[in-house]
């Protein structure tokens, strides 16, 4: 990439894949974006830029480097692949440019309890990396395998296709609250629909809901 490149993408500003740095300050925090990435299409984290998108550089590149791969190789499991440039702004400065590969095995967690093997799995939304719900969490390793799913089109099934007769979209509280079941099977339900390709989800930062991919399927 060359500087021309480079401030024709920070141009762009943040957003589903791409995220400024100013520098590796606390690099556990910057895994979130990079685990982000993985668990999505993939993206650019760009350290040596501010923000607003002004390119300020490092005067210790390596020394960012340094700790930023280890922080993703110690904290970011499954393991995520990426490649790493040097982009020269100045005689003194440079910026990295860590280029995340999209992980085929998902979801990728960030690791913080190492005894345990604890960590928190993210996806972006818009230039955000928030922490991904137990339904998406589930839908994303099920879409990594490669499989058809099917399901049982029982009684909760059929309610729910009745509820998306006066609604375009639920999430799993009111989905259990309708049909008078737990909280847990509303979920289930929910994410066996979505990885049989009946249901979309849609993460937000106030929450998941869900919408029919092909409405006049079920509802005609």
Known sequence: MTIQELRKLVSQGEGARLEFKRKATYPVKIMKEVVAFANQ??????????????????????????????AIKKHCKPAVNYSLSHIRITDKRSVLVF????SAKKPVFLIYNFKR???????????????????????????????DIGFNYGEHEQA???????TSQINVKDFASKVNIPLLKASDIL??????????????????????????????
Do not use: W
């Open 99 to 102: 280029d995340i590969e999209q």
């Open 117 to 147: 093997n604890i960590g928190r799995a993210y996806i972006r939304i818009a230039d955000k990396s928030v922490q991904t719900s137990r339904e998406v969490r589930k839908v994303l390793q099920a879409n990594s395998v490669q499989r």
């Open 160 to 166: 729910l296709m009745h509820c998306f007769k006066s």
């Open 191 to 220: 994410i066996r629909l979505t990885i049989a390709n009946v249901l979309e989800v849609h993460p937000t930062d106030d929450g998941d809901y869900f919408t029919m991919k092909d409405i006049h399927r079920f509802l005609s």
């Open 41 to 70: 299409k993939g993206g650019k984290l760009l350290i040596g830029v501010d923000d607003d998108g002004t390119i300020a550089g490092l005067k210790d590149a390596m020394e960012e480097e340094f700790v930023l791969e280890n």
